[in-house]
């Protein structure tokens, strides 16, 4: 991409300090367009139809900004050789004319007869090392699971208050007001278990968990950990539970913790068995303080199959239910996968009202639907087109909700294995919505 100029970067600056300044807006993007910033000028114009969908100066622009590009030029065939001055073809000009087209590769060189043959071969590169968790290049320290930081907060999180309030109970006050934590006898050992259909952000709430902590940040599935060898698995188990704690303060997050953590009674294979146990042993800790530091967070879509040991106070003690985005929450994420694209004339807070239920990987696949259908009416047509509201409608005829069988399933544990009240918030939510 083009380096930026000044200009851009005061008009980028400008438009960050007044956003809902449209010709401001568009200025910047006619400026991107002619710099070869193309995508980085549809977001803009995107972001102008939002503010003022019926711009006719911001449409004009989007299809200047989304039109194919022309086609390239053919090369110009290579001038014929010169002739000599009999008349003849001068074949010694024309090789050299050719030396300086052919790359050097299929050019043959003379052998230099005073360079003595040998069979030894070159030495091959010395093999990459990975770095420490904490970054040093120890080979002591290695380690094959992925330490990351990351930037995204629980204010990126649009709506879902009661699961903000659950994690600022559970970690975020505690963490912050350490004077208080020894005061009342807080401590932070221990971890937090959500469930919930699939596609609803668990993944991107525990990223915003460490983001709030401001700790490394590891994410680990049913792949990373399990293997076909006796042995193997558990090893895996404990090396990353040892990648955690030195990257401490850290946030662990488990996926799949119903394959993890599966009821032991429900093991057939011992393998299986001990990883479970080895699972367990490292919730524990070493010892009382081993586990300082280290905040597990594990998520699951059937929390009735998760071993009941690995709940225990002090384990995963704590469960939070991650429901599909409420209203709010639907707008931001219909909002954010709709900003990159050309839109005009969307009404966001109408489609978040119809799309009750839907997690947020369908409102994306939602928005990706609506994408085609315009796409493809490009391609018929010839002339780009903006994506419209009558697109997104179409689209919702075709896209369900894919939570309907996760609570299918989730109703009958919530009425008939609430042991202890541990479903008590599904219970009340499929109430308030009516599914019993």
Request: glycine share 8%.
């Amino acid at each position: 991409m083009p380096d930026e100029s000044p200009l851009i970067q005061s008009l980028r600056a400008a438009v960050a300090a007044a956003p809902d300044d449209v010709p401001l807006r568009l200025h910047l993007a006619g400026l991107l367009l002619e710099g070869g910033h193309g995508q980085d000028a549809i977001s803009e114009i995107a972001a102008a139809l939002q503010r003022d969908p019926g711009n006719a100066e911001a449409q004009a622009l989007m299809v200047r900004a989304v039109a194919p590009p022309a086609p390239p030029a053919p090369p110009t065939p290579p001038a014929p050789a010169p002739a000599s001055g009999d008349g003849s073809y001068d074949w010694r000009r024309a090789e050299g004319e050719l030396a300086d087209v052919v790359p050097p590769r299929f050019v043959e060189t003379p052998e230099d007869p005073e360079t003595p043959e040998t069979s030894e071969t070159p030495e091959a590169p010395e093999p990459h090392r990975p770095l420490a968790a904490d970054g040093s290049d120890d080979p002591g320290e290695t380690s094959a699971w992925e330490v990351e930081r990351t930037g995204v907060r629980l204010a990126d999180i649009g709506g879902m208050d009661e699961v903000k309030q659950r994690l600022e109970a559970a970690f975020l006050a505690p963490m912050r007001n350490p004077e208080l934590r020894k005061l009342y006898g807080k401590s932070l050992r221990g971890g937090l278990l959500m469930y919930g259909p699939p596609g609803c952000g668990k993944t991107f709430i525990a990223r915003a968990v460490a983001g709030e902590l401001g700790a490394h940040f590891m994410s680990v599935s049913i792949s990373d950990v399990l293997d076909m060898w006796i042995g193997n698995s558990e090893r895996n188990m404990r090396e990353l539970f040892q990648t955690a704690r030195r990257s401490a303060p850290c946030v662990l997050f488990l996926d799949e913790l119903d394959a993890l953590g599966a009821k032991r009674s429900q093991l057939r294979h011992s393998g299986l068995r001990t990883t479970v146990n080895q699972l367990l042993a490292e919730l524990d800790g070493v010892d009382s303080d081993a586990n300082e530091g280290l905040f597990v967070l594990a998520a699951t879509n059937h929390p009735w199959d998760v071993d009941g040991a690995l709940r225990r106070p002090g384990r995963l003690d704590r469960t939070l239910l991650v429901l599909p985005p409420d209203q709010p929450a639907r707008e931001e994420i219909l909002r954010h996968h709709l900003r990159d694209r050309p839109i005009a004339g969307v009404d966001v807070r109408k489609l978040a009202k119809r799309t009750d239920g839907f997690s947020g990987a369908d409102l994306k696949y939602l928005c990706e639907t609506a994408a085609e259908r315009a796409l493809m009416d490009s391609v018929r047509t010839g002339q780009p087109r903006m994506i419209g509201q009558d697109d997104l409608l179409a689209a919702l005829g075709q896209v369900r909700p894919s939570t309907r069988p996760w609570f299918d399933t989730a109703r009958n544990v919530a009425q008939f294995a609430n042991e202890g009240g541990t479903y008590d918030d599904l219970l009340a939510y499929l109430k308030r919505k009516r599914m019993l």
